[in-house]
């Protein structure tokens, strides 16, 4: 019986989930745009350990969103995530954040694209098919009007996060969809966690890092 604790710091939305073999038993999240993190974490473990009535020694494994997004969300996310990890001597398992966030949509031919902002017309970004299996890298991009045409020709292609906004400003192409108030949630990293835990998928405790994907800037 996996107990895995799901950590998801990497936007706005605080999210915390235990599940105990792929399913949830408990959640909270909280999605404010002052970036509660520090505050909020370390009640919101307590309280989903407290809900699904799970003792903290009894859980196997954390699992953190490991980016890209937030520098100040990941860094605390992972830091409290390392710190279980270390004092409960349990694996750390990561989950790429766009993947998280792709996990939302259901589609049965569609192109998913989250997109995360990462400040003026840049967004973090990746492409999934409709299994959710990705099929181009994630990068950091400038958003220009005929960004992902290679994808929109290919027939309906959903763009989900907070950076779709900026897209949807400046798309005009007819097969775009947008689904702009979709957050990563530990809920949806559930799945993707309990894979990992299945064939031993874990991050070195000691070295592990967020996924940045570029240099942090003040401001």
Known sequence: MAVILCLETATTNCSVAIAVDGEVKAIREENN?????????????EEVLSEAKVDKKKLEAVAVSKGPGSYTGLRIGVSAAKGLCFALDIPLIS???????AQQVNTSNSHIIPLLDARRMEVYSAVFNSDKKQVRETKAEILKEDSFA??????????????????????????????????????????????????????NV??????YLKEFMMG
């Open 33 to 45: 745009q002052k970036f509660s993190h520090a505050e909020k974490l370390h009640v919101f473990i």
């Open 150 to 203: 290679d994808f929109l020709e290919k027939g309906k292609t959903i763009f989900i996060g907070d950076g779709a906004v900026k897209f949807e400003a400046i798309c005009k192409h007819k097969n775009a969809v947008f689904q702009n108030d979709l957050f990563p949630s530990s809920a949806d990293m559930v799945s993707l966690a309990e894979a990992k835990y299945k064939i031993s998928d874990t991050e």
């Open 95 to 101: 989950t790429p954040t766009l993947e998280v966030l």
């Open 206 to 211: 000691a070295y592990f890092e967020p996924f």
